[in-house]
């Protein structure tokens, strides 16, 4: 599972990502205050099915055996945009086939058009090229992508790869369903969960947030707030997700990592409203100017 670390005014996020339903992997040696799993769906009669997935396996484990939170900020998709992700995932192969044909192209051309020392145009297409085929390796042959070739358990050294690949990702389910999906969850946790944890610990709180590669891109909307805020009100949220989306589920789990008791809070994401745009204070000279007009010698 490998993982990366994003610090904001509110929390220290440890982000672990990794494919869904691939196999029991490896937690990575970081402690934590509270565990949040992507769901796939803010559904709590689904929530048991996602505590037991094997990608979470592990990290349930871990959270149960030192007591620490589970939670679910994740919401559920409408049925349009539900329709729309599976048509998407239809057309991978195509995809995947087309961008790995230009890739591929691309390289081969670099290689065979020359046996001298690339130039840094050249150097730079080839990289475009091999760039522009990991997204597509990831569905031809997945066991090599680089993105899996990774050690689950090391730190994410080639971010602009995972970048690519949530792109590509982004592009196959659906324009905006993956960036809304991700700031509605980061939203409720760095505006809600975080201060709540904050509360009860006296310090910081340390958050590890789980999810598969395609939500590479909540790294930067943690990281960048007024894009968060701007994704979530220029967009009509409605027609991505269902009206229960403001809500959080807290997972109580037993020493067996049993789900004994789901515990729902209602209005955990509120949209800040745009700050309204201020005129630029005028200058001593500009005000003159304004008022009195400009003195000219004659």
Known sequence: MAWTIVETSKAKYVLLFSWHN?????????????????????????APETIKSIQYRKLTEKAVKEKKPVWLTDVELTEKAYARSNRGTELRPYVANTLGGIGLATILKQIHSTNKKPTRRKFLKSAAGI??????IRELIPEMTIINMQSHNNQIQFGILW???????????????LEIRNAISAEKTESFLAPRLREELGRKPVIAMAWGSAHYGIKSILENPQERHRILRENKIGEYVKKSYPRSLRIHLDQNGEVIKIEEFKGTLKIPKAKPKTKPKLTRRAFLRRHFGSRRKV
């Open 22 to 46: 691939y196999k029991p992997l490896a937690v990575p040696s970081i402690e934590f205050d509270c565990l949040v799993l992507e769901s796939g769906s803010g559904n709590p009669k689904q």
């Open 163 to 177: 970048q690519l690949d949530a792109k590509y990702n982004e592009l196959i389910s659906g324009k905006g369903m």
């Open 131 to 136: 760039l522009l085929t990991a997204p597509a």
